[in-house]
């Protein structure tokens, strides 16, 4: 898959994190890179399965004003036992792109690209 052949992208993973108030020294550790390394912007990508708990923290990275992209990872697995997350009201309350996910299929892994090299060609490096 080649979105800009021409575009260099660094991706920083941090461990799961599920809010910027940490308790872990892990979690502290990620809480530094999230607020202290320079973004273009953040990718929260979230288990559809318990998307209502996680999205506390997608509130959080929206606060830090770096622009936010969300990844609804494991739709696939959330469609098999009943749960459906509506991507495009979700987007439109939050005001970021949602794009549901999944790293087993390759589900929205062209969309998820396209709306990264959107995002940071629409608003700069960091």
């Known amino acids: 898959m080649e979105i800009c052949p021409d575009c260099t992208v660094e991706v920083?993973?941090?461990?799961?994190m599920y809010s910027l108030h940490s308790t872990t020294e892990d979690e502290r550790v990620a809480r530094d890179v999230v607020l202290h390394m320079p973004a273009g912007?953040?990718?929260h990508v979230l288990d559809m399965k318990n998307a209502a708990r996680m999205l506390a923290f997608s509130?959080?990275?929206?606060?830090?004003?770096v622009p936010l992209i969300i990844a609804a990872n494991m739709a696939d697995e959330a469609e098999?036992?009943?749960?459906?997350l509506d991507t495009d009201f979700l987007s439109g309350e939050l005001g970021v792109p949602v794009v549901a996910?999944?790293?087993v299929t390759g589900?929205?892994?062209v969309?998820?690209?396209s709306m990264i090299l959107?995002?940071?060609l629409d608003y700069g490096p960091g």
């Open 111 to 113: 969309t998820l690209s």
């Open 118 to 120: 959107k995002t940071l």
């Open 107 to 109: 589900l929205g892994v």
């Open 12 to 16: 920083v993973d941090t461990p799961g």
């Open 80 to 84: 098999r036992v009943g749960i459906r």
């Open 59 to 65: 509130l959080e990275l929206l606060e830090t004003g």
């Open 41 to 43: 912007a953040f990718v």
């Open 101 to 103: 996910t999944s790293g």
